[in-house]
């Protein structure tokens, strides 16, 4: 089994920054993808940024150039900065990994969440 922990959240105004951490504990192999999703009230989750084992990084378009996702494969961690935060960044953060638990097993894995508000 395996475990993420996220940390990192909280209250920030408007152009402000906050960074995210995921933690992974467990029956890790290697991890193949490490990601942030979000979910706003009444919105359906959506994929934030995400970084693959070849450090290949995907961003959503209204996150580029603003946030910065990185990974430390050591720690098994991975960050989320994010700078000139808006409003509409608000909702609960969610880390997701796509973890070998084994050389053939590969299965994702979700966070509890953690919650970033921004005020106007």
């Known amino acids: 089994q395996v475990q993420l922990v996220e940390s990192g959240g909280g209250l920030v105004q408007a152009g402000g920054s906050l960074r995210l951490s995921c933690v992974a504990s467990g029956s890790i192999f290697s991890i193949h993808t490490m990601g942030w999703y979000r979910q706003a009230p009444g919105k359906q989750r959506e994929l934030v940024a995400r970084?693959?084992?070849?450090?290949?990084?995907n961003y959503a378009d209204s996150v580029k150039g603003r946030f910065t996702i990185s990974r430390d494969n050591a720690k098994n961690t991975v960050y989320l900065q994010m700078n000139s935060l808006k409003p509409e960044d608000t909702g609960v953060y969610y880390c997701n990994n796509y973890v070998y638990t084994d050389p053939y097993t590969l299965k994702d894995y979700w966070g509890q969440g953690t919650q970033v508000t921004v005020s106007s």
């Open positions: 970084i693959l084992d070849d450090n290949m990084r």
